[in-house]
């Protein structure tokens, strides 16, 4: 399972080629970046960086991180109140909105459509748009993930299953997990990640949506938002999933302790470190709803939003962020991460991802449910963090056997109305 990262020749790649419309700088200027998730982004950043410096080595980046996204949004707002903002940021797909209504996040289509058409640059219509809102192109996609499959293939196999034939439905790996449970010398049959990122990618997969199209009232409240919860209760009470948060869960799943592990794509390359030579890992795409053919995913990830005034400072964060979403600043970002890239040119053309892909098969689910991709659900208004704090918390009610699945649904409805801008 070792990793073969062409990264030297990633670096190598020539600088004209990833950007062909950047100039360099012409007076040394320092910038301000902020990111989230440093467990997770780091390694891409210090790689993207690295290969920046050679083609301007007069712009200075100064890092500020967050250790998640809501965390990383609220850091903003309270920096807009007093006049801080950092140069550049890259948020939460599902949180651009709220820079976006508040005037933080700059419109960066002039900035792309100066070095051409968009789509020759690599960013296509279906990319661009989960950075979008209300023809506002609030921020650039940097890295996109679904939910996939972390499979133990040994103890699948110890379970009764052949991990080449696995059922692909929730119901089949339902089984999966029971079977583990039962027989696989007192592992945990499965660990599903709960947030109001993967109850939204359930409602997506059940065929529901998060509002109305109108978004004049919310429409996970009904059959597929029940269906959503319900399933959470199925996962404990049918595989007596334990209430792990996510650090124990991912150090169990490295154990060799953990049968199946649902969660973001993100942590592949993380996962392919902790676990080794342990056992027979694999990863899959995430599974299904039965009888529900358009069911889609909610797309996760960061997308890089400008907030600089300064016109030198503009100038320096807009030809970092050109450069982290180029093909050359992708390709350094899937292999250093195992998130989907975010430029169309970096996944189509072989000479950046191709062979990373053929030789390392473990980061290829998340691209072969690419179809499956929808945008991560935005709420409207100001309360976007606190909403969904309420999701996940009502969630987190039916995992802790806590509250029943209808008594949760309605619980989390009421709450998120409440937060929802009234409309007249």
């Known amino acids: 399972m070792t990793i073969r990262l062409t990264r030297r020749a990633v670096l190598a790649l020539p600088a004209a080629l990833a950007l062909p419309g950047l100039a360099r700088a012409q007076q040394p200027v320092e910038i301000t970046v902020h990111y989230a998730q440093p467990f997770i982004f780091k390694p891409s950043y210090d790689a993207i960086t690295e290969a920046f410096a050679r083609v301007e080595p007069?712009?200075?980046?100064?890092?500020v991180t967050s250790p998640g996204y809501p965390e990383g949004t609220q850091l903003l707002l309270r920096q807009a109140a007093t006049n801080q903002l950092p140069d550049l940021s890259f948020q939460g797909l599902n949180l651009l909105r709220v820079f976006a209504e508040r005037g933080i996040a700059q419109d960066l289509m002039p900035f792309v459509t100066r070095?051409?058409?968009?789509a020759a640059q690599g960013y296509s219509e279906g990319l661009l748009s989960l950075g979008r809102f209300s023809n506002?192109?609030?921020?650039l996609p940097y890295a996109a993930s679904t939910a996939i499959t972390f499979l133990n293939a040994d103890l699948a196999r110890r379970a009764?299953?052949?991990p080449d034939n696995l059922p692909t439905d929730w119901d089949g790996h339902i089984r999966l997990a029971a079977a583990v449970k039962e027989r696989a010398g007192g592992a945990d049959g499965m660990w599903f990640a709960w947030s109001e990122w993967m109850f939204q990618t359930l409602v997506l997969g059940h065929g529901g949506r998060m509002m109305t199209p109108d978004e004049r009232d919310i429409a996970f409240d009904g059959a597929e938002g029940l269906a959503t919860l319900r399933l959470h209760d199925r996962y404990v009470r049918e595989t007596q999933m334990p209430a792990l948060n996510a650090n124990t869960a991912s150090q169990a799943f490295a154990a060799g302790r953990l049968?199946?592990?649902y969660w973001t794509t993100a942590v592949v390359r993380n996962f392919i470190q902790s676990v080794g030579q342990g056992f027979d890992f694999r990863t899959l795409p995430l599974p299904v709803v039965a009888g529900v053919p358009n069911g889609t995913l909610a797309t996760g990830g960061a997308a890089g939003m400008m907030t600089a005034r300064d016109p030198a400072k503009r100038e320096a964060a807009w030809k970092f962020l050109r450069f982290a979403t180029s093909p050359q600043g992708q390709a350094l970002m899937a292999m250093n991460s195992g998130y989907v890239p975010c430029n169309?040119?970096?996944i189509d053309d072989p000479q950046y991802l191709g062979a990373f892909y053929r030789q390392n098969p473990l980061f290829q689910a998340a691209v072969t449910q690419m179809a499956r991709q929808a945008p991560w659900f935005a709420f409207p208004g100001s309360n976007g963090v606190r909403i969904t704090q309420a999701i996940t918390n009502n969630t987190a009610r039916v995992i802790e056997s806590k509250a029943t699945p209808e008594v949760a649904l309605a619980d989390m409805a009421t709450e998120v109305r409440r937060l929802l801008p009234r409309r007249s």
């Open 136 to 139: 506002y192109q609030a921020g």
């Open 115 to 118: 070095d051409g058409a968009p």
């Open 58 to 63: 007069n712009i200075r980046i100064n890092y």
């Open 259 to 261: 049968g199946a592990f």
């Open 160 to 162: 009764g299953f052949d």
């Open 344 to 346: 169309q040119l970096a």
